[in-house]
């Protein structure tokens, strides 16, 4: 950016606000109490957490006297006796006139069955991921914005996934222990550990708070069948979105029992959710579903008749081939996806004709957005 664009050509005041206008004629507002409240003083030097508090003024104070100097636009306040120092790049980058919400969490990319063609741009080499920031961070855009990549040529030694989830941060740890080991195995506590088909889902849908993103690690795969699906559960939504707006209101709408009552378990996980869930932008938030963990629903009578009606036709068209991407997990890929958008599935496969053995792991959307924001060095 040019100097233009951080120096000041004119400041005029308003009863509530403090009015730039910058020297590439750019128009800032600023409000009197936005500003007092962001005074450099405000924050601790070493915690960087706010110190200040809003009622320690009234919400009616002022700048008594306001003027540049040099690079800086000082304020004296009409209460307190405070001065505040603001530096002109810093207000700049802070405008919020014309923009608001800095984030960066890429732009989400809806995508259908066309993705199987492209595999190859959401795949990712482990090593360059491991050793070069540039591809670090290449991977975790991709994986924001297709809500799924695969990292291939990663170590098969048991645990070994755990690498790559500690340079992200924090894992999310659930009842079925991290990792966990998705094997056919003798008197299983879920379905994904038999050698069983499974239909697209999303993993625990009974959480309140449901893991966000989850790591499939293939350790072994030279089983007969038990080829891997996945499917956008949001570009599916948006088609109902657009086109069969009755059916969109219904899953929306309808808070769905889901539920966890294995014979593992001394707990009964039981939550409703609907099957679509909107943020408060009307923009997706979440998907969940899965077969295995609805519950015996309960939704009032006079409504059950027409949820099944739309919940069978989101399900056929999460198993359509308009939108399914299906390809084998090898040895050594590491299948990333976001658990609340995208859901997986796989086919059966024979466990006498060989070994199938994945290693899961959950880490949070918020963990991997926080590593982006940090790496891009996003403004705070
Ligand atoms: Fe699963």
Known sequence: MNNKVFAIKKITLSSTAVSIIWEDNKK????????????????HPDTRMRIFN??????????????KEYNRLIIHWSENNHISKYDLKWLRNHCYTNKNSQST???????KNNLKSKLSLISF??????????????????????????????????NSGFKILKKIGTYRETFFGTPFEVAN?????????????????????????????????????NAKGGNSTIVDGFSVANYLKKNEKEIFNILTNTEVKFKDNDYTQKS???????????????????????????????IKSNKMKRFYEAYRFFYSLLHNKKYLVEFRLKKGDLLCFDNRRILHGRASFNPHSGNRHLQGYYIEREEIYSKLNYLKKILI
Request: proline share 6%; aromatic share 16%; charged share 20%.
């Open 105 to 111: 969490v890429s732009k989400k990319i809806f995508w």
């Open 268 to 298: 009964l996980r039981i939550f409703y959710s609907p099957i679509i869930k909107l943020n408060l932008q009307k923009n997706f938030d979440e998907i969940r579903i899965n077969l295995g963990a609805m519950a015996t629903l309960d």
């Open 185 to 221: 195995i003798p008197k299983p506590n879920n379905q994904a550990y038999t050698s069983d088909a499974l239909s697209n889902h999303t993993d625990l849908p009974y959480y309140e708070y449901v893991p966000g993103y989850q790591f499939l690690h293939c350790l072994k795969n």
């Open 125 to 158: 080499n482990y090593e360059k991921i491991i050793k070069y920031e540039k591809n670090f961070i290449q991977w975790l855009e991709l994986l924001t914005s297709y809500g799924v990549t695969i990292i291939k040529q990663s170590p098969t030694t048991t």
């Open 28 to 43: 800032s507002l600023f409000h009197f109490l936005w500003l007092r409240d962001n005074c450099p003083t405000s924050f």
């Open 54 to 67: 809003i009622l320690s003024v009234s919400k009616d104070i002022y700048p008594m006297k306001i003027k």
